[in-house]
Nanobody
Framework: QVQLVESGGGLAQPGGSLRLSCTAS????????MNWVRQAPGKGLEWISS????????SYADSVKGRFTISKDVERNTLYLQMDNLKPEDTAVYYC????????RGQGTQVTVSS
């Protein structure tokens, strides 16, 4: 049974940074494409980043390109999202997921960007 558990969210000031983690069980990050998606208040799910099984192919949504960095540690079976230069519009619940549509996502971690 696949289980994804996100952590690391919290309150950050505009321009600040946070690092999110997603610990996976029931699957290996060596063999799966992994995604980060988010849901802002009152809005639908938004895909923001993907990393291939090899880790060699990475993609970002335009809204986060140049500010967010996806990575993974296959030994720890953990996915990361380094978020820098945060903006108030980054406020959302962040999920790791097996697909860009958010399938098999975890319970999420809240990120709030506010002064």
């Amino acid at each position: 049974q696949v289980q994804l558990v996100e952590s690391g969210g919290g309150l950050a000031q505009p321009g600040g940074s946070l690092r999110l983690s997603c610990t996976a069980s029931g699957l290996s990050l060596r063999n799966n494409v992994m995604n980060w998606v988010r849901q802002a208040p009152g809005k639908g799910l938004e895909w923001i980043s993907s990393i291939s099984s090899s880790g060699l192919s990475i993609s970002y949504a335009d809204s986060v390109k140049g500010r967010f960095t996806i990575s993974k540690d296959v030994e720890r079976n953990t996915l990361y999202l380094q978020m820098d230069n945060l903006k108030p519009e980054d406020t959302a619940v962040y999920y790791c997921a097996l697909t860009r549509a958010g399938h098999n996502r975890g319970q999420g971690t809240q990120v709030t960007v506010s002064s």
